[in-house]
């Protein structure tokens, strides 16, 4: 069993930076691939970056790249997402996620345990 809590969602101006934590409880976090996925309002959940048990292999959807990073401290049992240059079109509820494998995914419906969710709202 592990336990999600996202931090750091707030409100930003367009162009700005926020940085999302996730903490996990639970003494096997090093084993877990761990995912960031958010929605908007009236949207579905989209994936938007995922990292490897080990953090060598990530991954991030097309609309983040080369603005967002995740990283993980297995060592803190957290998982972070830098966010820069964020646009109206960021604002969402990020979610934080963890898969029962080493290597990454894509997909919502691989990942086994979903944190509460933390707004990020981005003002024109």
């Known amino acids: 069993q592990v336990q999600l809590v996202e931090s750091g969602g707030g409100l930003v101006q367009a162009g700005g930076s926020l940085r999302l934590s996730c903490a996990a409880s639970?003494?096997?976090?090093?084993?877990?691939?761990m995912g960031w996925f958010r929605q908007a309002p009236g949207k579905e959940r989209e994936f938007v970056a995922a990292?490897?048990?080990?953090?060598?292999?990530?991954y991030y959807a097309d609309s983040v790249k080369g603005r967002f990073t995740i990283s993980r401290d297995n060592a803190e049992n957290t998982v972070y997402l830098q966010m820069n240059s964020l646009k109206p079109e960021d604002t969402a509820v990020y979610y934080c996620?963890?898969?029962?494998?080493?290597?990454?995914?894509?997909?919502?419906?691989?990942?086994?345990?979903w944190g509460q969710g933390t707004q990020v709202t981005v003002s024109s």
């Open positions: 639970g003494r096997t976090f090093s084993s877990y691939a």
């Open positions: 996620a963890a898969a029962g494998a080493l290597a990454l995914r894509l997909i919502s419906n691989e990942y086994d345990y």
């Open positions: 990292i490897s048990w080990s953090g060598k292999t990530i």
